[in-house]
């Protein structure tokens, strides 16, 4: 299966509006780019999607393997879905479906995972075997790379770091826990901690002017927009995510000891503004500090496709091992 | 460096108080023990007594290769100790030292991994690739297995699970940091509660009595006692211990997705008692309860000698892999 020359993977990202596509080269740039609305509640319709996606995409080129990500649960063997909570799936055997449709080896990936991997392969995560990527969108997605492999765990479910308990007893979090960091430490708590920042008023004025030009609701485009500024109540809300961003990177160091913690998605474009007070947090917290080294601090190189591109480039990887 | 009869490892595990040492066949089962008093204060002669110990052990036998354990903080090369907090080493290159005076190969390796991964080889972890171990002594150790492998970290200093935090800005820990799961879910953490649950009255009146008839200190010895006994105090304060041990497994969970939780050390010989609120906890904070896969929850079965076996057998596997 091994070729060396302009050996091109295909990665497909499912998203609950969207199915993006790409054919990704060894070094990770993309050759070509496809994508089509997603109809979620049509599990057939996004079955026929990703077929006729991997069928355009791979014409007239040489492809090794095809990588197909998507948020939830895939077991470790990266063939069935568990549980998709954006498309109708509980227990698909989703990779099974597409073989019968596809000649090519296919791995299906959690789509924090395959994100993270083109990170630590094309981006910040470049320089070291052991890394763990924390991504600030609406919600916390993870993924942890050790020894140079993607972290899975033994069902396949592991890297659920939005869901590391931060506050026991806390606020309800869409998993059915409570107190998860995703709670504290995602875009929607930083729009909460911006609500109730403008609603105390004090530095929260700029927060409180830009919620009454915006209509009422304020937005992850109005409080970015303050960031940019630097308006005192912005940076305050980002200051308290950053807070408890940092110290569950403290009980995450305790546990999987990283070279380096990445952030990536949204909110993550604040950049120092974010990372300096997740590593003043970290450094309270961190565990025996001084008695072993530290990991960095770093902001995610990748912005978009990096979905697509890491599914593609584990597929390949996949491939190769066969 | 591979050969396939008789060839045995030795092990040694420095302790506090003692060197202990074995040789030890492929199985896991012991040739030959040793064991020897340590003066902590003095390295030097903790480097005589390890090869002195490895001199009188591979007499006569054959060995391929030594593996060192030590509580503390060791390189990912398993060759330097950053920190030893029972011996006085900091930046200690060990595996450099011993190699000048024995002919072997030879791996440095924390105690808790060692004893884990002991477990893992020869315990209740034979049926799984992906374990977590949490060693309830008087502080709580740990040691991650993922897909086969010892987990290691980037710096060699992961799976220090007692420094999971579990409760924000709580108690105290020897770390230097606060809320520690140490400090919730220890041996120590059990004589903490069944003091209060003494001092509350109630249905601790079987502790306080027992603290009558010690001469006023409950030490682990009449809590064991107790617990043999089902009495309701002593059971209670298990329950405490239990229920913070089942939330922090909840977030290792999420984190490591194994399929085994591992409970050792002598608390965990309460067996049930102890196991059964931890398991009823981590249910109750589990994400994403019933869409995933949940690991099962044992008690160890190695209970002497994992240190020496554990080190003894990744020794091995490095001379093999070598």
């Not at 740039?29 to 355009?56: F, H, L, Y």
């Not at 990170?119 to 790379?145: K, N, Q, W, Y």
């Not at 960091?181 to 929607?188: A, H």
């Not at 070279?259 to 003043?280: E, K, W």
Request: with cysteine; proline share 4%.
């Amino acid at each position: 299966m091994r070729k060396d020359i302009d050996m091109h993977a295909i990665g497909i990202d499912i998203g609950g509006t969207k199915i993006a596509g790409a054919l990704v080269r060894e070094d990770g740039s993309i050759a070509k780019a496809d994508r089509t609305p997603t109809d979620a509640a049509d599990s057939r319709s996004i079955e026929n999607a990703v077929v006729q996606m991997i069928e355009s995409l791979s014409d007239g080129a040489e492809v090794s393997a095809v990588g197909v990500a998507a948020a939830g649960f895939i077991d470790a063997e990266r063939s069935t879905v568990y549980y998709a909570p954006n498309i109708n799936w509980r227990n698909e055997p989703f990779r099974d479906r597409l073989e019968r449709r596809v000649d090519l080896p296919i791995i299906i990936e959690n789509d924090a995972n395959a994100a993270g991997w083109a990170e630590f392969r094309f981006g910040a995560g470049r320089p070291v075997s052991d890394m763990v990527i924390l991504t600030i969108g609406t919600g916390v997605g993870g993924a942890i790379v050790s020894g140079g492999r993607l972290f899975r765990g033994g069902f396949g479910a592991a890297a659920e770091l939005g869901h590391l308990c931060v506050v026991p007893g806390g606020l309800p979090c869409g998993c059915g826990a409570r107190g998860c960091i995703e709670q504290y430490g995602s875009g929607r708590a930083l729009l909460r901690l911006s609500n109730e920042l403008a609603d105390a008023g004090g530095i929260g004025t700029g927060l409180a002017e830009a919620r009454k030009r915006a209509g009422g609701v304020l937005t992850g485009t109005e409080v970015s927009e303050l960031l940019v500024l630097e308006d005192p109540g912005a940076v305050a809300a980002l200051r308290e995510l950053g807070h408890s961003l940092g110290q569950a990177c403290a009980s995450l160091a305790a546990v999987l000891d990283p070279q380096m913690f990445v952030f990536g998605g949204g909110v993550a474009q604040a950049g120092d503004l974010l990372l300096d007070p997740i590593r003043t947090a970290f450094l309270d917290h961190l565990p025996a500090r001084g008695y072993h080294p530290e990991p960095e601090f770093m902001i995610a190189e990748l912005v978009n496709d990096a979905g697509v591109v890491g599914a593609a480039d584990l597929a390949r990887q996949f491939a190769e091992n066969k």
